[in-house]
């Protein structure tokens, strides 16, 4: 049994990220590689390890964890030297009066990142954060969900042995008062992936501690369907945003808002969708109450509800799970149709297959009830006009949008993951998700001995600085050419006393 206190772990980060830092970032990268690498053979073990926590399959968990985790960790090795590499500023952008001088951006870790991980993808969002941060010279402390007791081991294990140093890389226990903890913790920077509830709590204690954070928080995310959208393939997109990973996806389609005109139409490709659907079970019971608490509050306010399979059918499984104390976790996928922004279905996070319809007239009409909503992860449009679909993904304050998809082309390795306003800050995976988990660091070097600022602010110094500004400044050339000459005047008298 480990009895290391958190403090304990925390300082032997500290320590071993002294040297890590040291090392270049090509000296960094085979540890990616070789975890990459490992996680062909890992594969079926890592798939198991999650069906046993969360009742995945392990064929999802090769397709929505495995393969992006690797690709994600190849863009790494092929990137990441150029991303963080030390960049000049350019001279010809250098003031006249910091004339000698020489700037170059360094992109520095921030020492000891603390990483709250997730239990519902813990294998792709722990594994990109964890890879990163080690990249950028970062040690980590990792909480893991107290739900990922099976994969997370797994997971520290693949990194330790593909050359990840034991103490630069600490797996805390996984329970939830760890999470607390470690947001006391002597950490530089907090990355949380999590119910927006809870990150506002995390944000509030880091904010007095002056630490920074990177805060991954719920969705409700919209679909907008157009009037000239593909209704056959919007309908199959919102039912597989709505249950994927039976719903407990931060970047799930919870609200579809379709224009009135197919409506009608997309109502009945989702009824057949319902039509052939099964009940599914759920990591934890709140999860179910929530859900039926959303569905009742939608039906209070006019909303009509369809359950996927009869009550019949439902009274069935239930009683046949109640031998596994499953039956309080068993749900089944519905649809609210006719839903309106006022119900809390549209305006509250959710991690259960439940799918809000909402009819429109005109663009500008769905951008208004949408905007109801205070969260902003993702979201998606449905249009045969692309350039209609980024126009008006303009006007989405969504971390990302997808036009004519959902949810997938949100794990590409070279684009950053995060989202706004109740989402959360800060980003996740590509480029900038890289740089986050550094700070820049500008190192300038003067030549020369010329120091005008040194100088007392007399009337000579302020005649150079008057001429200065009026040379590079003013809107006439008159005035400029003026200006020139007052400084180079000046600038001589200066140089000679």
């Given at each position: 049994?480990?009895?290391t206190?958190?403090a304990?772990?925390v300082?032997?980060?500290r320590?071993?990220q002294?040297?890590?830092?040291r090392?270049?970032?090509?000296d ?8 990459r690498q490992?996680?062909v053979?890992?594969r079926?073990r890592?798939g198991?390890?999650?069906?046993s926590?969360i009742g995945?399959a ?18 790494l090795e ?9 960049r ?7 003031p006249?009066w ?14 000891v990142?603390?990483i ?6 813990p ?7 964890i890879?990163?941060?080690l990249v950028?010279g970062n040690?980590v402390?990792?909480?893991p969900?107290?739900i990922?007791t099976?994969?997370a081991?797994?997971l520290?294990?693949?990194f330790?042995d ?5 103490e630069l ?7 939830r008062?760890?999470?607390a903890?470690?947001v006391e ?9 999590g119910s927006?509830?809870?990150g506002?709590?995390i944000?509030a204690?880091?904010?007095?501690r002056l ?5 991954e928080?719920s969705g409700?995310?919209?679909m907008f369907?157009?009037?000239?959208a ?6 199959r ?21 379709v224009h ?5 139409a ?8 319902l039509?052939a ?5 759920l ?5 179910v109450q929530?859900a ?11 909303g009509r ?18 031998s596994l104390?499953l039956?309080?976790?068993?749900t089944a996928p519905?649809?609210i149709v006719d839903a309106?922004?006022?119900m809390?279905?549209?305006?509250e ?5 439940l799918?809000a319809i909402v009819p ?16 902003g992860?993702?979201?998606?449009i449905f249009?045969?006009d692309v ?10 304050p969504?971390?990302s ?7 997938a082309p ?8 995060g989202?706004r306003?109740q989402s959360?800050?800060?980003?996740t995976?590509?480029?900038?998700g ?6 820049p660091q500008v190192?300038s070097?003067?030549?020369g001995?010329?120091?005008?600022h040194?100088e007392?602010?007399?009337e000579?110094t ?6 200065l ?5 003013a809107p006439?050339f ?5 200006g020139?000459w007052?400084?180079?005047?000046r600038?001589?008298r200066?140089e000679e006393t």
């Amino acid at each position: 049994m480990n009895t290391t206190s958190l403090a304990e772990q925390v300082g032997a980060c500290r320590r071993a990220q002294f040297q890590w830092a040291r090392n270049s970032i090509r000296d960094r990268l085979p540890v990616v590689r070789r975890f990459r690498q490992s996680l062909v053979a890992a594969r079926d073990r890592l798939g198991a390890a999650v069906q046993s926590e969360i009742g995945r399959a392990p064929a999802e968990t090769l397709a929505a964890e495995i393969l992006p985790l690797a690709d994600a960790c190849r863009f790494l090795e092929l990137e990441a030297a150029r991303i963080l590499k030390p960049r000049r500023a350019p001279l010809r952008r250098r003031p006249l009066w910091l004339w000698g001088q020489r700037d170059t951006i360094h992109r520095r870790p921030h020492g000891v990142v603390g990483i709250v991980g997730t239990w519902n993808y813990p294998l792709f969002l722990n594994g990109v954060q964890i890879a990163q941060a080690l990249v950028a010279g970062n040690a980590v402390a990792w909480k893991p969900s107290e739900i990922s007791t099976a994969s997370a081991p797994l997971l520290h294990q693949l990194f330790l042995d593909a050359g990840a140093p034991t103490e630069l890389l600490q797996m805390l226990p996984a329970r939830r008062e760890a999470g607390a903890e470690l947001v006391e913790a002597d950490i530089d920077h907090l990355v949380f992936t999590g119910s927006a509830a809870v990150g506002r709590t995390i944000a509030a204690r880091l904010g007095e501690r002056l630490v920074s954070s990177t805060l991954e928080l719920s969705g409700c995310d919209a679909m907008f369907v157009l009037a000239d959208a593909d209704v056959e393939l919007a309908a199959r997109a919102a039912w597989f945003g709505a249950t994927l990973n039976r719903g407990q996806t931060c970047i799930a389609v919870r609200r579809a808002f379709v224009h009135r005109s197919i409506y009608p139409a997309f109502i009945e490709q989702i009824a057949a969708k319902l039509a052939a659907a099964k009940p599914v079970t759920l990591v934890t019971p709140g999860q179910v109450q929530q859900a039926d608490r959303l569905v009742a509050d939608a039906q209070a306010k006019g909303g009509r509800v369809v359950n996927s399979f009869c009550r019949d059918a439902e009274s069935s499984e239930r009683n046949a799970l109640d031998s596994l104390t499953l039956a309080s976790r068993l749900t089944a996928p519905r649809v609210i149709v006719d839903a309106t922004p006022e119900m809390a279905a549209c305006r509250e996070d959710c991690f259960a297959p439940l799918l809000a319809i909402v009819p429109f007239d005109s663009p500008g009409e769905a951008l208004c009830m949408n905007a109801a909503c205070r969260y902003g992860l993702s979201s998606s449009i449905f249009t045969a006009d692309v350039r209609t679909g980024e126009d008006f993904a303009s006007k989405l304050p969504a971390g990302s949008t997808c036009i004519n998809d959902v949810i997938a082309p949100t794990a590409h390795p070279a684009t950053p993951f995060g989202g706004r306003r109740q989402s959360g800050w800060g980003v996740t995976q590509g480029p900038d998700g890289l740089l986050a988990m550094t700070v820049p660091q500008v190192v300038s070097v003067r030549g020369g001995t010329f120091r005008p600022h040194y100088e007392p602010m007399n009337e000579p110094t302020q005649r150079l600085l008057t001429g200065l500004l009026a040379w590079r400044h003013a809107p006439r050339f008159a005035d400029r050419w003026r200006g020139f000459w007052t400084m180079v005047s000046r600038g001589r008298r200066m140089e000679e006393t």
